[in-house]
């Protein structure tokens, strides 16, 4: 079936969470949950504007201004949220949590480890506020292990757990990844962790405290490159390898990117079969590579594979990248332009049919495009329509509707310093 | 309520997992945590059997690492989908089931007759998840794809590589492009399951390979989405909008160590100030009160990439004879927020994650051997991770589901097998 638009049901809507996540590694789990339907309350610290999160003022930006309500990554991987502020340093502060830890389902966090417990809201007594609270704790090592104490950022749980290794050409450093893949994905897998959790709750009644470590979530991304180690002793680090532009699981050849005409442009090129090799041959007019017995197999090309590489390197120079893919996929041929953000973006008829990237309103940056949602559902449609809150946005609703503070308890605490 | 001893979270979850390897890792997720998921094979086995690397090299149904991986916990059984009976106790399965993860083509279980509408008839509340490159019924569905191609479409590739732009951009290995497609499907499976307990409903889901690797590039979309602006690849670090000076230092033995910015705060500055006298490599850069600004160096200011450029050559000094792990572990315990850069055997031998028990043993009694796997990405208190058994056999669990779920006679099974539909 294909799903239908304007739905009104969220999957999540009854969950609401106690968010003190912050960057993408956390915000990028309750960024998804909020767009399930969560209602997902962000707390941030009044005291220091909420610039624990580095990302509130930093860049992209929309224009000449700048300011802690002005960070577009901020915006982009907290959209959906509500946004409170405390000061957790003041007893009324400690109240108004407790009061929200009561109405919550989960408890969500990405400090180092400690933060919570030096408030006075360990797991223990978050447990005595609310006995079946889920507490779902994400941080770089983990709470226990040797390098529990040690501090991590996406590219250093990228460095550690092998992700970075197994980015990159022979003979090179490694390339890595040029972006914070393991926030993203730390994110997903914490997201995935709190559904877990909430269904395990909704089975048995019970809460429970979840230790979720990036590192070993990036570790637990690399099984067959790890079992070639354990059972065959094979190593990835070896002559020639890692590559990974090749194909090591299964192997394919060729397989790989390769330049074509301008500036900048590339495309890739993967031959699962024998009958795509030779579609390949007949469309680069190579007799020769068509007569060649060796090559009729995946072994015998990949004795071959540098020099299959080259030859299929000029050719493609002669061609616009998106044309050559365009007549690589008439032939049956996998092959995709490496696209850049614009043209990925907005000329991208996936994308634009799809509806990726939502336009949302941010109270101070206006209209802005973010992230959207890859997934859609029948019956609860995910959705992206809010920008993320300014510091405190939603302190009257959170305190007066939520935790039933009257009007003038919340202008004390205002004027207190407490929110 | 149900008190499961031991049991994973989803141990009262049925689930069937038909199509390719490009949804396997959405399965594993799922039976990893305890579901019972039930692999339809076909007659020759799945096309990953066939994916290298193979136990001791030597290719057979059975000795495939790939799908050893793939495939923990889960139950084989081999069906001829294609034929009519196949088809039959596909649904009689599926009238049983919580969740259909189907990872073939879009449509191709529509035209079997065991799509999402077919099988709803029989199962109301079924939960119907799709995993495809490009979603159903969308802009180029019917071109070939891999994960390199899928990558290198969906922008992660873009933003992967080195400094040099002569050289191609990199695609991450490992498979990516499907492990962050399945984490989607994951998420809205678990969020289509909260919502079923609470409603009763199922529904059906449809995950974007592309729109999921589009979502999942940082900077490379947001740059672009809030000022128009593209990041450029930079090797072993962020994509920038401008150059930034590079992180990673070579030690000894060629292993590499990632800095990332190897000061974020003053007291990190301050911090690896006096080790880097300690080591008697400071030169000038005592004169500097403050580590490079980061705001600085986004705009590209002269004089910050100019400090941040003698930092880095005065690490690279100090690491020059010195053990690199060591290094890191003394970084890390002067609160610098450094990375080693660790192989796949290097975390299998790595001391943290053989405390926090990531390594798991993983019996193989037919070989008569057990071997290391990967673990848990998550610990949880109740309802652990877990792998209860390794990957099936081709077949191995055809006639208990048969029989003991569908209550099919010894006589019936023995008719299907005959006739080649199991």
Redesign the interface.
Known sequence: ???PEGSQ?K??S??RICDFTGQ?AGAGATR??AA?GAEVIRIEDRLTEGSWDILRG?????DERRGNELG??F??HNVGKLGISLNMRLPNAKEILTKLIKISDVVTENFSAGVLDRWGFSYEEMKKIKPDIIYISNSG??H????S?????????????????????PD??????????M???GG??M???I??????K?????G??????C???G??????????????G????RDGS?N??R??????IP?????CEGV?N?????V?TDQEWRNLCSLMKQDEWLSSQELETKEGRLKNADQIDKVIGSWALGFNARELMDLL?AA???????????E??DQD??????G??PVVEHLEMGR?????????????P?VIEKGAPLLGQHNKYVLEELLGYTNQEVQNFYSEGVI | ????ENAG??S?LRVIEMGTEIGAWCGK?LAD?GANVIKIESLLGDR?R????F???NQSAENS??W???NTNKQSVTIDIESKQGQDLVRKLASKCDVILDSYEPGYLDRLGL???QLKEENESIIVAAVSF???????S?????????????????????DD????????????GY???C??????I??????R???G????????????L??????????????????Q???????GIRPSPG??I?GPGGR???V?FPARTEEQWFTLLAWLEEEGVLGDLGDYLSPPN??SL?IGDQKATEQLTKVMEAISSMAADKDPFELFCEA?NR??????????????N????N??G?IVSVEHPEIDSS?????????????QWSIRRRAPLLGEDTKSVLMDDLNLTELEYQKLSWEGVI
Request: aromatic share 14%; charged share 15%.
């Open positions: 079936m294909t799903i049901q999957a999540l009854h969950i993408l998804t949950l399930f930093n860049g992209p930006f929309v577009g990554a915006n982009n090592f983990g226990y292990g040797p390098y104490s040690f501090k991590t950022w996406g590219p250093i749980v990228q460095a550690v757990s092998g992700i970075t290794f197994q980015s990159g050409l090179m450093p490694p390339a890595g990844w040029g972006f914070s893949y926030d993203h994905t997903y897998f997201a995935i962790a559904l877990l959790a909430i269904y395990h909704k089975r048995t009644g019970e429970q405290y979840v230790d979720m470590s590192t070993d979530a570790a637990s991304l690399n099984g067959p490159a790890m079992l070639d180690y354990t059972v065959n094979r190593p990835l680090k890692p990974s532009n194909s090591q699981h299964p192997l394919m397989h790989g990117i390769y330049n900048d590339w495309i890739a090129i993967a699962r996929q049956g041929i996998p092959a995709a332009k490496v696209q850049k953000p614009p990925r973006v008829e996936n994308t634009a049919a799809w990726l990237f802005v495009r973010v992230d959207g949602v890859p997934v859609k559902m029948s019956q609860t995910p | 309520m149900i008190k499961p979270v989803l009262n997720l945590m990953s066939a994916y290298e690397p136990y001791q090299d690492l790939f050893w991986h793939y799509g999402y509408d490009f979603g159903k019924n969308m802009p180029y019917s071109y070939a794809m891999t994960d390199l191609t899928a990558i290198a479409f969906g922008g992660p590739a873009w933003s992967c590589g080195y732009h002569s050289i191609a951009p990199v695609r991450g290995g490992g498979n990516q492990q962050t497609a984490h989607f499907a994951m998420i809205a678990m969020a289509a399951l909260v919502y307990s609470e409603s409903v199922g529904q059906f889901i449809d995950v974007n390979m592309h729109a999921a589009n979502v999942t590039t940082e900077s490379g979309s947001y740059n672009y989405l809030v000022n128009g602006e593209s990041v690849r930079q090797t072993g670090r962020h994509a992180t990673q070579m590499y160590i990632n990332g980061r705001q986004q890390q609160g610098l927020q450094w990375g080693i850069v660790n192989a796949p055997e290097d975390v299998i790595d001391p943290h994650f405390a926090r990531f071997f290391r796997y990967p673990g848990a990405p998550y610990r949880f208190e109740k309802g």
